[in-house]
């Protein structure tokens, strides 16, 4: 049975009526068509390719190689078919991978490049293994972009402004909400552990049971787009900006990430349990690179605002065992659950991206055998901050890494550098209610 044959029969057995077909683009949001059913797989599938020139705000990115924006043809991905819970008839998704015609990949594809920076740790005997942590707020809905977003009500009434972490009683205080979110990841086969209340008012993160690279990219996109629409049923929205809330914590994507070898070792570990060169390497990879990878990390200009705001976000990309307040933190497990933690990635990135550039610097740490920094003792924020401070820099850093070019491809670091220009550009062609309000008649 063909894989056309393979989804036509997954979808009359489950009765499905539409199929949203996408492809994530350059923001992590979803590009696609949507089907009905019995027509998918019956024709080809296409979409411009400029769909990753596409900016955050709608605009395009000049993509030099393809001035005439072609049509890429798109392959449904059998293993990713699944229902779509929320929508009001019998719905599936399905993610898609973009191709030429003559068959290559598109190599400006998200989900693609981090298959590319999976294939060097294939070609070494190397898996690696990560698991996602994902925070995001609840907020009110409201319309007036000038004005600062709050809290929602919880089922009792009350806004929560006060900062509960670890709060059992504010996370019941929206059992409601935390209910539909299982139960819609359950029905999608996203893998979620466990949920906790954060710093921030009505602020929450949950993690990600450990697997594939690709797999857990998947589930996180999907699971961004899930909990948003299970905020509008609850009259609520839900936003993953990284810093969406005026002195308040900003919200993060930890990347938890091991390697293991070919005997399903991990091979952060020796023998003995202790750490190993390559792992150390590894660190020394992400210290060494995660400055030029920056940019896949903190994708806007509000992304830098999450690390001035000194709320369990890094400011540098010290390393040490069990200390939330570094860039690069070693949880205290055992020797087979080996793994590093990067925190330096806000909310607001697209989940490929962010895989592929963390692990791509881990990959180049071991392959050059760096040595990482003696840990930190103490709270790294008393240390100097190290980090680009503006998005700018971090363009410029990107665009020229010969590093991030080897592994991602030259192609993906123009046009995804080029992207960003324009985004920033944009940003900074706006006046900001402070400036009117502080400097207009004070300068």
């Not at 990219?217 to 990284?242: N, W, Y």
Request: proline letters at 6%; hydrophobic letters at 40%.
């Amino acid at each position: 049975m063909s894989e056309t044959e393979q989804i036509q029969a997954w979808l009359k057995d489950n009765a499905i009526e539409d199929v949203e077909a996408f492809v994530p683009d350059m923001a992590g949001a979803a590009r696609g068509k949507v089907l009905p059913a019995g027509k998918f797989g019956t024709g080809e599938l296409k979409l411009p390719e400029g769909i990753f020139a596409q900016t955050i705000s709608g605009d395009y990115a000049t993509n030099k190689d393809n001035v005439e924006d072609r049509d890429m043809l798109l392959r449904p991905d059998l293993s990713t078919l699944r229902p779509v819970p929320w929508a009001s008839d019998p719905t599936a998704s399905i993610f898609l991978d973009c191709t030429h015609r003559d068959g290559t990949p598109v190599d400006t594809a998200p989900r693609y490049v981090l298959r590319k920076v999976l294939d060097l740790f294939e070609a070494k005997g190397w898996r690696p293994v990560v698991a996602p942590e994902v925070e995001f707020y609840l907020i009110n809905p409201h319309s007036d972009a000038n004005e600062e977003v709050e809290p929602p009500e919880g089922r009792l009434g009350w806004t929560e402004t006060s900062k509960q972490p670890y709060s059992i009683d504010t996370m019941n205080d929206f059992d409601p909400f935390i209910n539909d979110i299982y139960a819609y990841c359950e029905a999608q086969d996203i893998q979620i552990d466990t949920l906790s209340q954060e710093m921030g008012p009505a602020q929450f993160e949950l993690n990600f049971l450990h697997g594939n690279a690709i797999d857990l990219a998947d589930q996180v996109f999907l699971f961004k787009r899930t909990v948003r629409e299970v905020a509008i049923a609850h009259e609520m929205m839900a936003t993953f900006l990284a810093r969406p809330i005026s002195e308040e914590a900003g919200s993060a994507l930890h990347i938890h990430q091991s390697v293991v070898g070919k005997d399903g070792k991990n091979i952060f570990s020796k023998e003995d349990g202790s750490f190993s060169d390559l792992f150390m390497s590894y660190i020394g990879g992400l210290q060494k690179y995660m400055p030029q990878a920056l940019l896949l990390f903190a994708p806007y200009a509000n992304s830098y605002r999450r690390f001035l705001s000194y709320w369990a976000s890094p400011v540098n990309l010290g390393w040490a065992v069990d200390n939330r307040t570094v860039g690069l933190r070693v949880p205290d497990s055992e020797p087979e659950a080996r793994r590093v933690e990067n925190r330096l990635a806000g909310s607001d990135v697209n989940p490929y991206l962010a895989l592929a550039g963390s692990l791509a610097c881990g990959y180049l740490g071991m392959i050059e055998g760096l040595k990482a920094d003696d840990p930190i003792e103490g709270s790294a924020y008393d240390l100097p901050f190290s980090l680009h401070r503006t998005q700018y820099e971090s363009i410029d850093a990107f665009e020229g890494s010969a590093a991030m070019r080897s592994t991602l491809g030259d192609s993906f670091v123009d046009l995804y550098s080029a992207v960003k220009k324009m985004e920033c550009h944009e940003f900074h062609e706006q006046v900001t209610p402070w400036e009117r309000e502080v400097l207009m008649f004070n300068v």
